[in-house]
């Protein structure tokens, strides 16, 4: 089987980071080791949560895993706590990283053109350290214009994200994926740019009426699974645009901070992602 290390915080309420890859990655066949950069009792959107930072443990677990021989298929990052605690991800990848590991950099630091609670504000630059080790980097549009230094818009059209695309891959990554894309009332979808080919892709789908928390990590989540699975970074973004839209869907309430229903959507996820293997053969 194959295996994936997600290093992001866990979040003990809200479904997101952690507690949404590992069902996830889970469910789509794959190992899903962790370390957890940090437990909050909920995600930061929720006034006054606890934070207990664990950079200290990131180190010795990549020590310890280095004298066990232990090989990663993929190294998947996501929300970081602290600037320093990106420095050391950047050392994990240089200790841990095989031939045949990939690297998938979801920079979760900000949405709707702001920074999370926390964050100061050269943030942006320090998580931009990770994009030369990404073959696959997943932000959000803020995301993108935060570290590309691009002013935010909420109306954009698709050369807007076409540059961002780029400069994301002149910052290094080797292909950069934007979420929450959208090009046509009604429609949301993700583009993508592979800076070897020079070849655009954009998928969308059905856009609900309702934004909830945690989205952007299920699909970086699906996509990672997905990649590690041996799909295309295309077929990768489909299932994701996909399985998230499902997610929403199959959610019934409005409290937006706890986050999209997934649980009841993952018998879905596991058999789109086995017919189209055995379609591959
Ligand atoms: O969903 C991204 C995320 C992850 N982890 C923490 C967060 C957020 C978004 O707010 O606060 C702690």
């Given at each position: 089987m194959k295996r994936i290390v997600s290093i992001q915080d866990i979040s003990?309420?809200?479904?997101?980071?952690l507690t949404v890859a590992l069902p996830v990655i889970s469910t789509m066949g794959v190992e899903c080791a962790v370390i957890p950069t940090a437990v909050l009792?909920?995600?930061?959107?929720?006034?006054?949560f606890t934070c207990c930072d664990l950079t200290d443990q990131i180190l010795p677990i990549a020590r310890h895993w280095q004298q066990q021989k232990v090989a990663l298929d993929a190294i998947y990052t996501g929300y970081l706590a602290s600037k320093e605690q990106v420095q050391q991800v950047c050392t994990f990848f240089d200790m841990m990283k095989g031939p045949q590991t990939a690297i998938i950099v979801d920079p979760a630091m900000a949405d709707h053109g702001r920074l999370y609670a926390?964050?100061?504000?050269?943030f942006p630059a320090y998580m931009a350290r990770l994009l030369p080790y990404a073959h696959v980097a997943i932000p959000n549009i803020t995301e993108a214009c935060l570290m590309t230094g691009t002013p935010y818009r909420e109306e954009y059209d698709a050369a807007y994200i076409r540059q961002l695309l780029l400069d994301l891959t002149r910052l290094g990554a080797g292909r950069a994926v934007l979420t929450?894309?959208?090009?046509?009332?009604?429609r949301l979808g993700a583009m993508s740019y592979d800076s070897d080919t020079g070849a655009y892709f954009f998928y969308d789908n059905e856009k609900l009426p309702h934004t909830f928390h945690g989205t952007g990590d299920i699909f970086a989540a699906t996509v990672s699974g997905a990649l590690t699975r041996g799909l295309s970074l295309e077929q990768a973004m489909t299932m994701a645009v996909d399985f998230t839209l499902e997610c929403i869907r199959s959610t019934?309430?409005?409290?937006?901070?706890?986050?999209?229903?997934?649980e009841k959507a993952l018998p879905w996820l596991w058999q789109r992602l086995e017919a189209l293997l055995k379609q591959q053969g």
């Open positions: 003990c309420l809200g479904r997101c980071s009792s909920a995600h930061t959107m929720f006034p006054d926390g964050f100061p504000s050269d929450g894309v959208c090009l046509e009332p009604g019934d309430t409005q409290e937006i901070w706890y986050g999209v229903e997934f």
